[in-house]
């Protein structure tokens, strides 16, 4: 087992994040989503039910989906939620194995040391599989050099098939569930698709009663991977979106970290008992958006041993500039730069940004619509939707009726990260260039059939800035 020792990425699995203050829930808090991903872990068919399965899959009664996409916008808590939920599947004796993909890592940003972890968790949690994934790579020692296919199936796959016949997962409770978090921080974006797809396939030809829990940002070619593989086996869709309250659980945790704060933090002597105001409270969640990062990074900064917590959060809450250049949200700055380093066209990405924002901004008498955006900047219908859908999860673009579309932030911290050069640096929107396009699109418009463009809508634009 040498050689799949060499190939583990030792701070994938859940527990031994090398992070210095990794995601986790806070107390009492993402209960409602957990437990709905711990009802779909625990539902399986009985014990009659699953050797019927396995010895006649045809004729066998339909099982739940034994893949669960949890997926959300960037900084939704998705990566806190699978830590959670693994934890508690070992605790019960239901985890098989785990991988957390983080693209600062260089053995966590790539596919490569996927199956060697997910084997030796297999191996440890099912000593029985020790001996088989053994054999299988004395017999072909090159294993872990072929296709992720091939070696989910000759060190994973067929170890537990085996085990399956001896009749090792027909008594009640065993380990069953892979956690797979992080799937878009995998560099290989092909990887990525290839997996799901497989994963699929091999769900619906081998009779295993394991369950894959993948958690991603909804991107596109991910988006597009769920929906062609769920042609293949039954994919459950979990989103986390406002269904689940986030703001609630934000407020929570906010309540008690700032209980803490005034309790342990060295100046507390001079924090006054109402702090922080319930409009200081309420802007706050307001500007995390259901965004758990911006919580935890605004806690981080205000609970800073250095300087005042009152002051630390006037400069969080925009009420003053931040002293030597001390920002608050560099980590929350590097996810939004690593989602749109990814993205293609960046110089048309921008453009339509800036145009939309710099619409937004002035409040001009038409609608600051995508229909809009595509005429100032000349593209054809439907580009605005083309160019930003691989901004998925920090974006999306809603249908208003009457043929009219809006581009929303999922998070209102995005807009202000684009229009603070400090922050987005080669990414930040000059409002200047956007508005002289603006006014030079007006003048061509007016010029060429002597009236001002009109773009008719009853929604007031600027306050569905960010959703």
């Not at 290989?188 to 091999?202: C, E, K, R, V």
């Amino acid at each position: 087992m040498e050689r799949l020792m060499e190939a583990v990425s030792p701070n994938a699995f859940y527990d031994s994040d090398n992070r210095a203050d990794p995601p986790k829930c806070h107390e009492n808090t993402r209960v409602a989503v957990i437990t709905k991903i711990m009802n779909w872990v625990t539902s399986t068919m009985d014990t009659d039910a699953f050797m019927l399965w396995l010895c006649s899959p045809a004729t066998a009664p339909k099982t739940d989906a034994l893949i669960l996409w949890l997926y959300g916008p960037a900084g939704a808590g998705k990566t806190a939620i699978a830590r959670r939920v693994a934890e508690l599947c070992e605790a019960e004796g239901l985890l098989l194995a785990s991988f957390l993909f983080f693209r600062s890592d260089p053995k966590r940003n790539t596919m490569k040391p996927l199956v060697a972890n997910i084997a030796y968790c297999v191996s440890r949690v099912t000593p029985s599989t020790n001996e088989l994934i053994k054999n299988a790579i004395e017999a072909d020692p090159l294993i872990l050099t072929y296709s992720i296919e091939v070696q989910l199936t000759k060190l994973v796959l067929e170890p537990l098939r085996l085990l399956a016949h001896q009749g090792y997962f027909s008594s009640g409770k065993f380990p069953r569930l892979v956690v797979i978090d992080g799937l878009d921080e995998c560099l290989d974006q092909g990887a990525q698709t290839n997996l799901i797809q497989f994963l699929a396939s091999a769900m619906a030809q081998n009779q295993l009663p394991l369950k894959f829990l993948i958690v991603s940002r909804p991107e596109s070619h991910i988006k597009l991977a769920v929906a062609l593989a769920s042609q293949q086996a039954t994919i459950s869709h979990l989103e986390l979106n406002n269904d689940f309250l986030p703001d609630e659980d934000i407020r929570l945790f906010l309540t008690d970290k700032f209980h803490e704060i005034k309790t342990c933090h060295p100046f507390h002597a001079i924090i006054p008992s109402v702090w922080p105001s319930k409009k200081q409270m309420d802007d706050l969640i307001s500007k995390a958006s259901g965004q758990f990062i911006y919580a935890s990074l605004a806690v981080r900064f205000i609970n800073s041993a250095c300087d005042s917590p009152m002051r630390q959060l006037d400069i969080i809450l925009g009420l003053r500039p931040p002293i030597n250049q001390d920002l608050p949200f560099a980590e929350l700055d590097a996810l939004y730069t690593f989602i749109l380093s990814c993205t293609k066209n960046m110089d048309i990405v921008l453009n339509i940004l800036g145009v939309d924002s710099a619409l937004v901004e002035a409040d001009y008498e038409f609608d600051s619509s995508v229909e809009a955006v595509e005429s100032v900047l000349n593209l054809e219908d439907g580009d605005v939707c083309i160019y930003l859908s691989p901004l998925n999860s920090l974006l999306e673009v809603d249908d208003w009726g009457n043929g009219l579309h809006v581009i929303c932030f999922h998070h209102t911290s995005f807009g202000d990260f684009l229009n603070n050069p400090e922050r987005s640096k080669d990414y930040c929107i000059d409002a200047g260039k956007y508005h002289s396009l603006i006014a030079q699109w007006m003048s061509q418009v007016l010029t060429s059939n002597g009236m001002c463009p009109q773009f008719q809508s009853t929604h007031p634009r600027s306050s569905a800035r960010a959703k």
